[in-house]
């Protein structure tokens, strides 16, 4: 679903990015991992009142997509336009990713532009002629060092393999342009320096700095073997390297060369959401691209750990791929959306499991979140006949309330918009509905009930009005994170009429306490975390 309203607001926008993903196949658990993380950062920014631009999509060239389209008796591009269409698309939608704009390297608007960009590099005597032989992943689409190399074993007893991929390499040998990456070592590190927050978290910065002390070598920018790319413009035999290419969506895709007045208040990225394993490529040949053409730099590249399944990389490669929609069916998106981020701390290696996933749904969904919305609702319809009260009286209990509320909102706006810490900043509102249900449990409003006096009617309804203008809060905090489940609470509570739409609400004001009015109809509607057993039913 295309976010709205992103170009509405004046100055600069809050550029996000994912990477751009192969179509050698459908995407699986990690690739929507990382987009589901832009989306919830870009949907916080939103609600913050700010001007946001959230980029996604697909890198379509290089000798990868080329053997997988041979492989199934179609051309490169038929395969790139079956799996967009069928299975890249539909799952962003089916994910609710909010993106501006969904980025494919075939297009016209992206390869043009590709082709001025490294002319001018050329021009400007950054790109130079030669030669290599060396050993190649075409997973990885990528030279490799010899450190970076296993020893096979098995059927590949005898050849050295790629570590990521676990596949043989080929070794190499054709005629390449190169640019001249060995001379922005010096200034890649002063920048790294100058910027310590530019590469997250500190274990990739630390990683990325140190390799770059070792020496840089020049860049093979284009490919003699195969034609399946952009072409160099200044000699058609060769295309220009797929990393290349694809890096430079971040720009093409902004209105480089194209939209002035675009690329001005877009470019550059203020946050890179990557792969670790693909960080160097944005972490040093990204900014070293940039350095050259006298562009600005991102404000920070933030790498992401691996999904891990068996001990094994989440990928295709390793046959340890999970269709996101084989978790939706089951668990439904919004639980899905939450479930990795606060399962995994950002930025480092997580594992998924099935079991952990349901543990997790029924203990802090169902029974903390979602049990809390029902009670609140189920109470204020049997005492006031779904009528929101007053509150009346008061004291220490409620103030805590409150207190923790605005708590909540400053503590998740830091982790989640500010640190990317998408775990810390759920946590802070999922310990904020744990008190609200202490709060309940000590409050014990079902007693509360059977005193008719004055003061017993003015504390049961101090009591519901507390706990329901509470779960406001919780929703307005959750609704980037879990946008239907956020809306369905919102309905019920009738905020709708009263405050006006949901996405409306800013999460920095969320902690601004009654501002759900007395008189509200409340209604307790479909219940937010089915057990998992009705729902396989």
């Not at 919830?40 to 959230?54: A, C």
């Not at 990204?286 to 590249?301: D, E, F, I, R, T």
């Not at 996933?357 to 609140?376: I, M």
């Amino acid at each position: 679903m295309a976010a709205t309203g992103s170009e509405e607001q004046g100055g600069r926008a809050y550029y996000v990015t994912t990477p751009i993903y192969y179509v050698n196949d459908a995407p699986h658990l990690g690739h929507a991992y990382t987009t589901v993380a832009g989306d919830v950062l870009t949907r916080w920014h939103r609600q913050r009142g700010e001007k946001v631009w959230y980029l996604t999509g697909t890198d379509e060239h290089g000798q990868k997509i080329m053997r997988t389209a041979e492989a199934n008796g179609v051309t490169p591009q038929e395969w790139a336009d079956k799996l967009v269409d069928e299975a890249w698309r539909p799952l962003w939608k089916h994910l609710e990713i909010g993106h501006d704009d969904f980025i494919r390297t075939t297009e016209k608007r992206h390869t043009d532009r590709v082709q001025e960009f490294v002319q001018d590099l050329f021009d400007k005597d950054e790109i130079y002629k030669g030669g290599y032989e060396g050993p190649y992943c075409v997973g990885c689409e990528e030279y490799k060092l010899p450190g970076e190399l296993l020893d096979g074993e098995g059927e590949f007893a005898g050849l050295k393999i790629c570590a990521i991929h676990k596949t043989p390499v080929e070794i190499l040998k054709e005629e390449n342009y190169f640019f001249k990456l060995s001379e922005y070592g010096p200034r890649l590190l002063e920048h790294y320096e100058a910027n310590p927050g530019f590469i997250q978290p500190e274990s990739a910065r630390n990683e990325v700095v140190n390799f770059v002390r070792q020496g840089l070598q020049d860049l093979s920018i284009s490919r003699s073997t195969f034609d399946w790319g952009v072409p160099v413009p200044w000699d058609e035999k060769h295309v220009i390297y797929v990393w290349i290419d694809a890096l430079l969506n971040y720009a093409t895709a902004v209105g480089y060369n194209e939209n002035p007045a675009k690329f001005e208040e877009t470019f550059p990225a203020d946050v890179h959401l990557v792969g670790k394993d693909i960080l160097r490529f944005h972490a040093i040949i990204w900014p070293a691209m940039l350095l050259a053409q006298g562009l600005p730099l991102p404000g920070k590249v933030a790498a992401n750990g691996w999904l891990m399944v068996g001990g094994e990389k989440m990928s295709k490669s390793n046959l340890t791929g999970i269709k996101p929609q084989d978790l939706t069916s089951h668990f439904g998106v919004d639980a899905y959306r939450w479930y990795f981020l606060r399962a995994i701390a950002f930025g480092q290696d997580g594992s998924f499991s099935w079991e952990d996933f349901s543990a997790r749904y029924t203990s802090e969904l169902a029974n903390d979140y979602g049990n809390l919305a029902s009670r609140v609702a189920a109470m204020v319809g049997k005492y006031y006949g779904g009528t929101l009260p007053e509150a009346t009286s008061g004291g220490a209990a409620e103030q805590a309330v409150r207190d923790g509320l605005a708590r909540a909102v400053g503590e998740a706006d830091r982790k989640i918009g500010e640190e990317l810490d998408f775990q810390g900043g759920i946590l802070a509102i999922f310990d904020f509905v744990k008190q609200v249900n202490g709060y309940i449990t000590e409050q014990e409003p079902w007693k509360v009930a059977k005193d008719t006096s004055d003061a017993g009617r003015a504390g049961l309804a101090t009591i519901l009005y507390t706990a329901t203008e509470a779960l406001r809060g919780v929703a307005v905090l959750l609704n980037p994170v879990m946008p239907d489940t956020s809306q369905k609470l919102w309905d019920s509570l009738g905020a709708e009429a009263s405050l006006g739409a949901l996405a409306d609400q800013r999460v920095q004001d969320a902690g601004t306490w009654g501002q759900l009015p007395a008189g509200t109809t409340v209604t307790k509607g479909a219940v937010l975390f089915p057990r998992l057993e009705e729902k396989s039913a």
